[in-house]
């Protein structure tokens, strides 16, 4: 902008010295050249630009004294009675292609783009990192619209490995747990891979008839596990078995409202691990339903059996 309003000025030869004041200006500019001033090249869709100009044009002496405002004040603001941005911001090329060599900015990360379908997947053991995770993106599909479903996938081995060895609290399961209470959404949960321990108690606290699992994944429900006690006194260690053993209480309970089963049925079935495929879930009331491709329709075409006795000439005789 300075360049574009560089103005040649022609002054009247005054004094030797050539001094200039503050105050006043003491040489005159010739009418004829400033009536002749060329003009740059302006954009007219920049107001500051323009109006600077005409200022420039009718009386450049007001460009060259001192505004007559506060030192502090920014030169030339006073061209408007209510300042204005001097130019328009560049617009910011939104469109972001991947297949690039060199993309403009990286990708986003994989869980974002589930949380964007409304999908939350869990597929570690439930330490408190993941459970972190898990219940912020729940409240944040809440806050984004509390009427739209949930769909929790599930691939995890609960607060164990998958050699037994404790890595998480049974409170982290239990806090997801809760928190799938508490939201206003229906939480559609399906289970990919394994959903053992409190991951399973997550399958079966879905929506009723909306829970699911694959047709190779696997359920399983055990008790609680002790963590390593080390070096800890005695004291200290049956205070952590009394707490295993309350946990196992409070999961056979929830199992047992959530699959329909007493908390009796549960805690005989939790003495020993009790794993279940898709089938046996399904008995057992952990699931509804098997996502099989093709399913609904084969089990539509299959004959009821008193279709079968007929198709084979067996008649059911009264009494039978």
């Known amino acids: 902008m300075a360049t574009s309003l560089q103005v040649p000025i022609a002054f009247s030869s ?10 006043s200006v003491s040489c005159k500019i010739n009418s004829t050249s400033a009536a002749k001033i060329p003009m740059p090249p302006l954009n007219p869709n920049d107001p500051f630009l323009s109006k600077l100009a005409s200022v420039a044009a009718a009386s450049p002496v007001s460009l060259l004294e001192k505004p007559a405002t506060n030192s502090d004040t920014p030169p030339y603001l006073d061209l408007f009675d209510s300042p204005t941005l001097m130019s328009t911001p560049a617009h910011v090329e939104r469109s972001v292609s991947y297949s690039e060599h060199r993309p403009r900015k ?10 964007h379908g409304r999908i939350v997947y869990v597929g570690m053991p439930l330490v408190p990192a993941v459970t972190e995770l898990v219940i912020a993106e729940f409240l ?9 479903p949930i769909y929790l996938y599930i691939n995890s081995t609960g607060t164990t490995r998958d ?3 404790t890595v998480g609290m049974e409170s982290e399961g239990f806090a997801i747990y809760d928190a799938m209470m508490q939201l206003k959404n229906d939480i559609q949960t399906v289970a990919v891979g394994a959903a053992i321990g409190q991951a399973c108690l997550l399958l079966a606290a879905g ?3 909306k829970r699911s699992m694959m047709p190779h994944a696997k359920a399983m429900i055990q008790q609680p596990r002790l963590p390593s006690s080390g070096l800890m006194p005695a004291s200290d260690v049956l205070i952590r078995a009394k707490e295993v053993v309350t946990n196992r209480d409070t999961l056979a309970k929830l199992l047992a409202r959530h699959t329909g089963n007493s908390v ?3 805690a005989n079935a939790m003495k020993r691990p009790f794993y279940m495929d898709s089938q046996k879930a ?3 009331g952990v699931i509804d339903k098997v996502l099989w491709r093709g399913q609904e329709t084969i089990m539509a075409d299959a004959a009821s059996p008193e279709e079968w006795d007929r198709r084979a000439g067996i008649k059911v005789v009264d009494g039978m």
């Open 14 to 23: 005054c004094s030797s010295k050539r001094r200039w004041r503050h105050n």
């Open 106 to 115: 990286p990708p986003p990360d994989l869980p974002s783009l589930l949380l």
């Open 140 to 148: 944040y599909l809440q806050w984004m619209d509390p009427k739209e």
């Open 163 to 165: 050699d037994g060895e």
């Open 207 to 209: 929506k009723k008839g």
């Open 264 to 266: 009796e049925t549960v």
């Open 282 to 284: 399904q008995e057992f």
